[in-house]
């Protein structure tokens, strides 16, 4: 027996056949597989990083009996499908799916519509920026490899998502349009070349040995032009056409076709005319304007994709052994019940309990409260929030992924399946295009070939061509491209291509307070003194008092800090002030409570609404401190408001600061102490009345990520969350608030340049097809018109990107 026939199938675990050979390198080691069936199944569950399959399988595989189509039914097994699905209840799951061929809002529309249809699918929504699909369905009712294989037979190969998977991705989608655009690019200017000496030489009765020449070298530079660089345009028309559709890109693809097939048979038979040119010029101009809008979609995930908790990989865990002894240990190791310690300035991984301890927690991310929260025995503690001054011990009630910020996300994602869908008009325009063309095309080719059979074939490609819809095409992703540059001059990054369109129709703005109108940071706001003293020794002794605190509240004293006037004898109270010896006498500084159990101060001197300093006789000094307003916010509430904007504030701080802040700025609207839900129901009935408003949400927290999936447009603020960055449809990279004015007139300029270059577009195609159908205008005119048509259109775009 040899070597051969003793090795067993990794996969199925049945014998290997003698003289088969496949096999590939898994964990450092060869293995081996008994068809290609299995391997094509044991790659792809490898490449996707479902490895975990063959660790904790408890029984063999099946075998496999073909290739990869039915490898998917690898994703049928629950062992593999417990690493990537989420049960939405008792029979029903949802995935997460990347889709690389998912390019365009015409892509969307289908995968949408005919998953829709599929038997047992519950719901299914499509991101394109992003490239994902989100599919829930019945798995009694179908499973997910017919799912999978029905996106497959659509042409949209998907897998379950995982973020290093989208990171190449997208880089290999950069480095190939890349090279797409710089064939297309050197392509047309060799082929411009030749056709300025043809275009010469048929004036100048060129000799034909020489035109046969510049005919051929033109046909051999357009031809890579057309196959690779042209690619996307003939894969896109041919799903449509598959599907049964008519999109954008089937005229396009027709018109390369034709006018790169005619000119082959002109360069063959020495007849006619030859439109290389065109060809070229043609996919140059719409690939530049497809990437253009690629990179502006990509933008803000290229800046902010990062691994946020994923970083902490690793917590330190009391023993359940011997629970005075610690270990550093894996996340992926802790379970519900652990103890964990954590130290201070540690962000916290998982929800839990404080059983050990007290501190003061920072949740602005979280709830949108500026100040720290102090924590007590038994009080919850949510991840993602900052441990403060001292080390606490918690138990964990909620693993990585189930807690606070996951509801939060699950929120968020609700309600984006609740967002309106937007019309594709361009593409329905489109398709009735394409067929009044190509009927118009037909109809003129029967009239010439009875009248006249010599010019029937040429007068058809003239239509085709003069009539090709390259200007309309670019119409709006070039005016919108040049919207975005415009926007990215002014630290706008956008994510939602839409965001242009939408943003001119704002009724209503909706503001957060704390990072948003406010910069999150407290200062002393006023200073009443009982004393001989001066407001600013006052504040200098309170400086002092504070230096050894890293709290907020003593950061707002730091920069009244004198160097003649020091402190000693300094002790820290957490959640209430702080005491110390200043020339001779014993001061305290701290909230009502802290200073009538410490001194003999009166109660009725004291209110709740600010902090005191004071000696053991009497009240010192009366202190106010308020959350820094961004100065830029008065000036841009006041232009919000001359444009006719209602102006909203919804925030998660519980202080009257918010209606302070309200009335400071004129904001019509405000409610204060809002968790995540609560702003949710505001804005859907805020949109859900008489006036149908369009909201603008503008904010930086976590809390604020659903309240922006909802609102038909969002700008995430300097400094937000990268939850509430990666899900906003803008990320203003500045602080300034006056930006937001010139981003909606921006949008409004936009819609009107898209509305122009539509005219100009539509008006061209219906002025210049009669005389093209008259056989007035000859091929080469007909391809130079096109292509000027085309340069109006970009031309008029860049009027919405000055350089100055």
């Not at 301890?357 to 025995?377: H, I, R």
């Not at 009497?618 to 841009?636: H, P």
Request: overall charge neutral; some cysteine.
């Amino acid at each position: 027996m040899t070597a051969q026939e003793t090795l067993s199938c990794f996969h199925c675990h049945l014998a290997v056949p003698r003289g088969f050979v496949q096999s590939l390198h898994y964990q450092g080691k060869k293995r081996h597989f008994c068809c290609m069936g299995c391997y094509s199944i044991a790659e792809t569950i490898i490449a996707n990083g479902l490895d975990d399959y063959y660790k904790f399988r408890t029984t063999t595989a099946p075998k496999a009996e073909s290739l990869v189509p039915e490898s998917l039914q690898i994703f049928d097994q629950a062992e593999v499908q417990a690493s990537f699905t989420k049960d939405a209840s008792a029979k029903q799951k949802r995935i997460e799916l990347l889709c690389s061929n998912l390019q365009c809002s015409a892509c969307s529309w289908l995968i949408e519509k005919r998953l829709q249809d599929a038997k047992g699918v519950i719901k299914v929504t499509s991101n394109i920026t992003e490239q994902t699909i989100m599919l829930e369905w019945d798995n009694q009712q179908c499973q997910l490899s017919e799912l999978l294989t029905l996106l497959h037979e659509l042409g949209y190969p998907a897998k379950p998502y995982r973020a290093d998977d989208a990171q190449a991705l997208q880089q290999q989608q950069n480095k190939l349009w890349l090279k797409r655009l710089g064939l297309a690019g050197l392509g047309m200017m060799q082929v411009m070349m030749y056709a300025v000496a043809l275009y010469i030489g048929a004036f100048d009765n060129i000799d034909i040995g020489h035109r046969n020449f510049l005919r051929w070298v033109s046909f051999l530079v357009a031809t890579p032009v057309l196959l690779y660089s042209g690619f996307p345009f003939f894969q896109s028309a041919y799903r449509a056409l598959k599907n049964r559709r008519l999109n954008m890109d089937v005229p396009i693809a027709i018109a390369l076709v034709l006018a790169y097939v005619t000119s082959i048979f002109a360069t063959l038979t020495n007849s006619g005319e030859v439109y290389f040119d065109s060809v070229t010029m043609f996919v140059f101009f719409l690939l530049i304007g497809r990437f253009l809008e690629y990179r502006a979609r990509q933008k803000v995930r290229q800046q902010f994709w990062q691994k946020t908790t994923d970083e902490q990989l690793l917590v330190t865990k009391f023993r359940a052994d011997d629970p005075t002894q610690l270990e550093t240990v894996p996340l992926q190791t802790v379970t519900v019940g652990d103890r964990l310690l954590v130290k201070p300035g540690a962000t916290l991984v998982f929800d839990g309990l404080l059983v050990k301890g007290q501190t003061s927690v920072n949740e602005a991310m979280l709830s949108g409260e500026f100040l720290p929260v102090n924590k007590q025995l038994n009080d919850t503690l949510l991840a993602g929030s900052v441990n403060g001054d001292n080390a606490i011990e918690m138990e964990v009630t909620h693993l990585k992924g189930e807690g606070f910020i996951q509801r939060l996300k699950q929120l968020q994602k609700a309600a984006l399946l609740d967002k309106p869908k937007i019309t594709l008009v361009a593409d329905k325009v489109a398709r009735y295009f394409v067929a009044v063309i190509l009927l118009i095309a037909s109809i003129s080719f029967a009239y010439w070939w009875l009248k006249a059979p010599e010019h029937a074939l040429w007068i058809t490609i003239s239509v085709l061509v003069v009539s090709c819809p390259c200007a309309l095409s670019l119409a709006t992703p070039v005016a919108l491209t040049c919207g975005v540059l415009s926007l990215n001059r002014r630290n706008f990054l956008i994510q939602d291509q839409d965001f242009l369109q939408k943003l001119e129709h704002t009724t209503d703005i909706v503001f957060d307070k704390t990072g948003t109108l406010t910069q999150g940071e407290l200062e002393v706001q006023s200073v009443s003194v009982f004393t001989e003293h001066k407001p600013s020794e006052v504040l200098a002794i309170i400086a002092a008092m504070e230096s050894q605190s890293e709290h907020p509240i003593a950061q707002a004293f730091t920069s009244y800090a004198k160097q003649d006037i020091v402190a000693s004898d300094i002790q820290l109270r957490p959640y209430a002030g702080v005491s110390a010896r200043y020339q001779q006498e014993t001061l305290w500084f701290g909230n009502q409570q802290f200073i009538s159990e410490n001194t003999q101060v009166l109660n009725d001197g004291l209110d709740a609404n600010g902090l005191f300093l004071a000696n053991n006789q009497q009240l010192l000094a009366k202190i106010i401190l308020g959350d820094r307003l961004r100065d830029s916010a008065k000036r841009a509430c006041a232009e919000l408001h001359r444009m006719g904007k209602k102006l909203h504030l919804l925030s998660g701080d519980p202080s009257d600061q918010v209606e302070k802040l309200a009335q400071q700025l004129a904001i019509d609207h405000w409610q204060h102490q809002l968790t995540p839900q609560a702003k949710l129901d505001y804005l859907k009935k805020l949109q859900a009345g008489s006036d149908k408003c369009k909201i603008l949400t503008v904010g930086d927290g976590i809390n604020d990520a659903p309240a922006m999936a909802v609102s038909d447009t969002s700008i995430a603020m300097a400094g937000a969350s990268d939850l509430t960055k990666s899900h906003a449809d803008s990320y203003l990279l500045s602080a300034d608030l006056n930006q937001l004015q010139f981003a909606i007139d921006k949008s409004a300029q936009t819609n009107s340049i898209i509305k122009q270059n539509l005219t100009w577009a539509l008006c061209y195609n219906l002025i210049m097809i009669p005389f093209a159908v008259a056989g007035l205008i000859p091929p080469y005119l007909a391809a130079i018109g096109m292509s000027l048509s085309s340069v109006v259109v970009v031309i008029n775009s860049l009027r919405l990107n000055p350089k100055k």
